[in-house]
């Protein structure tokens, strides 16, 4: 699944050497952080978050039934 994460965000952002992706699993999901410049945040998002959406629900949709949910959160990178 993070294969899938790392394609869709590497086809908007154009600064792909800076992209970092922290990987945090609890017992009832996975959480997925994706670091971002900041020339990037906007591409990666989209208006209005449509993009940010679409990924997550692209996501949602090709997770399994039994398995752990994936939760997607987009911060700037300090």
Do not use: H, W
Not at 5 to 33: C, L
Request: net charge negative; charged share 35%; aromatic share 6%.
């Amino acid at each position: 699944m993070l294969d899938l994460i790392k394609y869709i965000v590497n086809q908007f952002a154009e600064d792909k050497e800076n992209i970092d992706y922290v990987v945090e699993e609890t017992e009832e999901s996975i959480n997925v952080t994706v670091l971002l410049s900041d020339s990037d945040m906007g591409k990666v998002i989209g208006k209005q978050g449509k993009i940010a959406k679409a990924l997550r629900t692209l996501v949602r949709a090709a997770t399994p039934r039994d398995s752990k949910k994936y939760n997607i959160e987009i911060k700037e990178r300090d």
